[in-house]
């Protein structure tokens, strides 16, 4: 996990690429991103976005700015066949 504290104020924005992703925020709750929250203690974060691999990040009081990577999410070579009854 990932640790972003730099001296400054408690909000942050958290931006992440691709947009519109949700980021939890332990004890603070969810936005859509680009979103900015007001941190007064350190917090677990999990952004997640459909088609991406979930990331975990730590926040600390003093971060006026995070950008985040998503990487894509492996497609799965598991592929159901069904035989098709004749017409």
């Known amino acids: 996990m990932e640790t972003f504290s730099v001296g ?10 691709p947009p519109g992703a949700t980021a939890r925020v332990e004890g603070f709750g969810e936005c859509e991103t680009p979103c900015t929250v007001s941190l007064d203690a350190p917090r ?7 088609g991406y691999l979930a990331k975990r ?31």
């Open 57 to 87: 990040i730590r926040l600390e009081p003093g971060h006026s700015k995070v950008t985040v990577d998503l990487e894509l999410a492996a497609p799965t070579a598991d592929v159901e066949s069904t035989q098709m009854p004749e017409l």
């Open 8 to 17: 400054g104020s408690g909000i942050t924005k958290i931006v992440t690429n």
């Open 44 to 50: 677990n974060v999990t952004i997640a976005k459909a």
